[in-house]
């Protein structure tokens, strides 16, 4: 099991941008597919990004391709976001499983979650 720690959150512009960062401890990611989900106040947490355990594999929800990246540095996980927009407001958190295409479902292992607010 892995344990993940995000940080990077906080108060923004719209248009402006924030990046976040999800640590690993337990193990590395090397072994496990990772992602971002987020939860708006009164909406289901939903998918935002996921990579792949060898970084080669992205995929990103229609509503943040081309504003959000996700890539590796070090042992963590991060998303910039680029051109954020009020609707981007949520709670963020890093998730990993060591199978790519059921991240977020059973066996997924959470973060606490990082609050993005964005100002209109």
């Known amino acids: 099991q892995v344990q993940l720690v995000e940080s990077g959150g906080g108060l923004v512009q719209a248009g402006g941008s924030l990046r976040l960062s999800c640590a690993a401890s337990?193990?590395?990611?090397?072994?496990?597919?990772t992602g971002w989900f987020r939860q708006a106040p009164g909406k289901e947490r939903e998918f935002v990004a996921k990579?792949?355990?060898?970084?080669?594999s992205t995929y990103y929800t229609d509503s943040v391709k081309g504003r959000f990246t996700i890539g590796y540095a070090k042992n963590a996980v991060c998303l910039q976001m680029n051109s954020l927009k009020p609707e981007d407001t949520a709670v963020y958190y890093c998730?990993?499983?060591?199978?790519?295409?059921?991240?977020?479902?059973?066996?997924?292992?959470w973060g606490q979650g990082t609050q993005v607010t964005v100002s209109s």
């Open positions: 998730a990993a499983s060591q199978n790519y295409n059921t991240l977020g479902s059973a066996g997924t292992n």
């Open positions: 337990g193990r590395t990611f090397g072994m496990y597919a």
């Open positions: 990579i792949s355990a060898s970084g080669t």
